[in-house]
């Protein structure tokens, strides 16, 4: 069984096709229970954020499975398999680690070394671990990719900007403000989960002294907004339905949106009439941090309109980290990528070990039937002693290549010899299905038996 990573992102697909991959909270478990339909599949996680959607399955045909992936995303996105092949990146076994550790450290964000990523994967991983969809090769991969970014934070220097996207965003909107001789007074958040939360807080640390939430839910709307009152005595923060959405619009200097609403929430219908009804002559930001977009674009062709969204970010200078810090950080990756890798090649050799004892004890006790029906006078303190002795003589000559076959396996090509002690002792194979590389071309995928895939298209 291996590891099949499909994914789209910031890097390969424009916000058009990410916005109709993505995939919601509420519609992450449907996903997965028609992945998991797939007789080829038997773990799998979605990984869905601002700017990547990313699934994480566990397979036992790589081409099978690929093609089970295609039809599920292409049934919930409505893409053609040509309009997803476009932009899409796939990874397999060794490759599909690597790249969930590169992710874990912030180092594939479009905000490098950004911290959001690893709570999101916990989430991902929370509610495969919640629908019982992570078994143990998903459960040692994603803990272990956890370990990996909170390593790289705390030995890196990566995040000592703090930078996210919603911090990038807003230093972007403080200097349209300031070229309008304007000032980043009022703020609107629409939304009120982990971005909304991390919304307001930015607002409120660079000194913004209204904070109105903005949430279908009035009520994790006003939660929102007490708990931001609460640490920053500061700042007036309010809760309001959508129906107040467009009266605090009207008031706002900039506006982040970051719900997880399906579709548009902010028509430009809606931003027109919060212009009608401005008072001041300063331009509104709206930061559209959503996925998919919350705000229709055409409203950024409003006049006093200045819409920032995930495409407009991707290359800001703020959006990098230092070299040194990128460094240290993927030689932690590679570091523990090795790691992971010899664990999981010594624990897919113990079956064979295993085995290879089972076939010992059956010998032994097969040999000790045929002295008792040879020696039926034996005593059974003489019977004892013998067994014993059968049994230590096998136990030394297994010793020195069980625990050899062991360390061989963390090493590259180490199932080679696992298979090696199959074919000698005639033991059941457990080599999993092999992936022909004419399959591979035919899908023009980089070949998944190598580990470090090249960033390419599906």
Known sequence: MSVLLFGVSHRSAPVGVLERLAISEHDRPKIVDRLLAAPTMSEAMVVSTCNRIEIYAVVDAFHPALEAVGDVLGEHSGLTINEMTAHAYVRYSEAAAEHLFTVAAGLDSLVVGEQQILGQIRGAYASADANRTAGRVLHELAQQALRVGKRVHSETGIDRAGASVVSVALHRARGILAASDA????GVVLGAGAMGGLSAVHLAREGVAEITVVNRSVEKARRLADNVAANHPDVVAVG?????????????????????????????????????????????????????????????????????????????????????????ARAIVAAELADYLAAQR??????????????????????????????????????????????RVVDKLLHAPTVRVKQLAATANGDQYAQALRELFELRPGAAESVSISDVEAMRLPDPTVRRSQEGQW
């Not at 331009?283 to 062709?301: E, S, T, Y």
């Not at 290879?356 to 303190?381: C, G, I, K, T």
């Open 183 to 186: 000032e980043l007074r009022r």
């Open 240 to 328: 309001v339905g959508l129906d107040g959405m467009s009266e605090a619009m009207a008031a706002a200097d900039v506006m982040m949106t970051c719900s997880g609403s399906v579709g548009s929430v902010v028509s430009v219908a809606e931003v027109h009439h919060a212009l009608a009804a401005r008072t001041a002559a300063t331009p509104l930001v709206i930061c559209d941090l959503g996925l998919p977009r919350n705000v229709d674009p055409a409203a950024g062709r409003l006049p006093g309109v200045e819409l920032i969204d995930i495409e407009g970010l991707r290359g800001d200078s703020q959006t990098q980290a230092a070299e040194t810090d990128v460094v240290g």
């Open 346 to 391: 010594r624990a897919e050799v113990t079956p064979t070990v295993t085995a290879l004892r089972q076939r010992a004890s059956e010998v032994v006790q097969a040999e000790m039937l045929r002295l008792e029906s040879r020696l039926p006078a034996m005593s059974d303190a003489e019977r004892d002693e013998v067994a014993k002795t059968v049994r």
